[in-house]
């Protein structure tokens, strides 16, 4: 399992408590050569800062992007990225495969 | 997700207890599971339930089959590595294993040996082995490594690790140092559990310096971690 989730999960507790706003992105199904697999999780802040990841680098910066609307908005999105789209030819998943990543507000 | 999600799932973590967390991705809606049940805003159908006790049981992440747009993330334990005997390769192994992802445990009752200055950052426990085995137990997420060179030290150690659930346990020492230490564990009434002991301890990757062993006995663990363990049982 992910063992690493510890310490994202505490950095967010962290930004929370410093009163940041903050969303977690988490990985909620993969089909093919996913490189993180389900549950890996990313944590962002109002910021832009983020510990974690979600793929193996390629689509974070779209997540990142994702994550700050839902700061604002206060609602989750359901992201999917895979190949055959054209946004993830856009941020370049090169690693191939297919991953939806749940993305929600940290209250 | 809620604070008092977040929070829960920090207790546990620290507790060593196991928790599933069950989102509805339509809307964010959250239950925790945990050997009590399911509480929160989302309500689970009796199928949904059992799933997520199967998925808690087994600590694994995934989407409910029973139900579309369910996703279950389990938290586990951390996996824990006990090192006894805070030596040179002690040094090495105990930031490299917290790199890993380790909560990390050095237990060594000699002061000289097991000093923050030796080892900064990282957890130290001045008891006797067995009596900081007992206190922290030993549980099927925690790993042993017994490096002390120390029967003194090694051996109460192996006493308690050796009928207990760890997933790894290793022991520094030759291979005449071994035979003697299984001597005395057979001694001890143990003979048929002294096969659990990975003794070389460590993959052969053929390097001798201390942080070179350390790699070796990570990799190990991490191996036997995930592959399960190898190694033939009985003396």
Known sequence: MDNDADSILATLQGWRAAGKAAALATVVSTWGSSPRPEGSHLAVDADGHFVGSVSGGCIEGAVIDAAVQVMASGRPQLLEFGVSDEQAWQVGLACGGRVQVFVEPVE | MK??????????????????????????????????????????????????????????????????????????????????????????????????????????????????????????????????????????????????????????????????????????GSRRTHEKRLERLRAAGLGDLTGRIHSPIGLDLGGRAPAEIAVSILAEVIQVRYRGDRVETGA
Do not use: N
């Open chain 2, 3 to 172: 604070a008092a999600t977040l929070a829960r799932i920090a207790r546990a973590q620290q507790q060593r207890e196991a928790l599933l967390v069950v989102t509805r991705l339509a809307d964010g809606a959250q239950c925790v599971v945990d050997a009590a049940g399911c509480s929160g805003d989302l309500a689970l159908a009796p199928e949904q339930a059992a799933e997520a006790a199967a998925l808690l049981a087994a600590g694994r992440s995934a989407g409910l089959a029973a139900a579309a747009g369910l996703f279950a993330r389990a938290y586990v334990p951390a996996p824990r590595l006990l090192i006894v005997g805070a030596v040179h390769i002690a040094q090495a192994l105990a930031p490299m294993a917290a790199a890993a992802g380790f909560e990390v445990i050095v237990i060594d009752p000699r002061g000289a040996f097991a000093s923050p200055e030796r080892f900064p950052g990282v957890q130290l426990s001045d008891e006797w082995p067995d009596e900081a085995l007992a206190r922290l137990g030993l549980d099927a997420a925690t790993a042993l490594v017994a490096l002390s060179h120390d029967p003194k030290l090694d051996d109460p150690a192996l006493e308690l690790a050796l009928p207990s659930a760890l997933f790894y346990i290793g022991a520094l």
